[in-house]
Nanobody
Framework: QVQLVESGGGLVQAGESLRFSCLAS????????MGWFRQAPGKEREFVST????????RYADSVRGRFTISRDNAKNTVHLQMNSLKPEDTAVYYC?????????????????WGQGTQVTVSS
């Protein structure tokens, strides 16, 4: 099974950018749909974005569409999340997730494998 490690979190001001990376190991990376989820304090973990194994199809939550971009590099076993124009409401722990379940889903249950999470705090 795949193991995931995120990096790139931090403290930024509103309007700034951050880029997350998630490094996968333990299995063939290109076998997995990759996703990003986030969980704010006191809230449920929610879908942010997903990308299919070949990088062709992507999906975004309405709250981040147009500001966030997901990408992957199968040669480097890495998926990225570029986050621009950050808002205070983007403050959360962000999780990288992997799925070998079809069809591609945006639900938490559709992703059996998770990273440990990385914190993003956006100040106003």
């Amino acid at each position: 099974q795949v193991q995931l490690v995120e990096s790139g979190g931090g403290l930024v001001q509103a309007g700034e950018s951050l880029r997350f990376s998630c490094l996968a190991s333990g299995d063939t990376f290109s076998h997995y749909t990759m996703g990003w989820f986030r969980q704010a304090p006191g809230k449920e973990r929610e879908f942010v974005s997903t990308i299919t194994w070949n990088g062709i199809n992507t999906r975004y939550a309405d709250s981040v569409r147009g500001r966030f971009t997901i990408s992957r590099d199968n040669a480097k076993n890495t998926v990225h999340l570029q986050m621009n124009s950050l808002k205070p409401e983007d403050t959360a722990v962000y999780y990288c997730a992997a799925s070998n379940i079809v069809p591609v889903t945006t639900t938490r249950a559709g992703y059996p494998y998770w990273g440990q999470g990385t914190q993003v705090t956006v100040s106003s």
